[in-house]
T-cell receptor, first 112, second 114 residues
């Protein structure tokens, strides 16, 4: 089935370590997005990519980095510069329709 | 910038009760509007959508009407079930930005008791 696969589902990290969250899609979508979800705050945009080899900062990009070397893949690295990385991270892609986003199952990162 | 405001939760209802979750928005132009649902530990699933004024989106017994005059997109269901317990997010499409992302409300948790 077509969709978005995020891994790992749960991740624990020690302070000072970088971690990379994987996002793969087989929907043939050009645009991909990373959102962060905190309790009671909705979703906030971290980074987005409209096309391969191009990506842009969202509203809360500090302490994060991404790459977009393949259409199917949009990994997110949470660096040690991110002051409060414990959160639920959601990857999404957008087709050419009415602007709706398709989401993966999410990755929950906990910093110990 | 664009923003979405939802009623705070949790909303607690008995099974078969009527549900309304309020959503209002601020945006330039005429965005598309969406309701997403999130079950515990999962990602977001699109519940329904509307692209222009007076459009009504509907799915699984849920409905919402795009009201331009009140800038609202309230979610309703005539008879909720325990299985409807989840967090509901209202969102709008960013029409005037190059990123074409969605702006989300803070979410409303619905708890349905048997």
């Amino acid at each position: 089935d077509g969709g978005i696969t995020q891994s790992p589902k749960y991740l624990f990290r020690k302070e000072g370590q970088n971690v990379t969250l994987s996002c793969e899609q087989n929907l043939n979508h050009d645009a991909m997005y990373w959102y962060r979800q905190d309790p009671g705050q909705g979703l906030r945009l971290i980074y987005y990519s409209q096309i391969v080899n191009d990506f842009q900062k969202g509203d809360i990009a500090e302490g994060y980095s991404v790459s977009r070397e393949k259409k199917e893949s949009f990994p997110l690295t949470v660096t040690s510069a991110q002051k409060n990385p414990t959160a639920f991270y959601l990857c999404a892609s957008r087709g050419t329709g009415l602007g709706e986003l398709f989401f993966g199952e999410g990755s929950r990162l906990t910093v110990l | 910038g664009d923003s979405v405001t939802q009623m705070e939760g949790p909303v607690t209802l008995s099974e078969e009760a009527f549900l309304t979750i309020n959503c209002t928005y601020t945006a330039t132009g005429y965005p598309s509007l969406f309701w997403y649902v999130q079950y515990p530990g999962e990602g977001l699933q699109l519940l329904l959508k509307a692209t222009k004024a007076d459009d009504k989106g509907s799915n699984k017994g849920f409905e919402a009407t795009y009201r331009k005059e009140t800038t609202s997109f309230h979610l309703e269901k005539g008879s909720v079930q325990v299985s409807d317990s989840a967090v509901y997010f209202c969102a709008l499409s960013e029409r005037d930005t190059g990123r074409r992302a969605l702006t989300f409300g803070s979410g409303t948790r619905l708890q349905v008791q048997p």
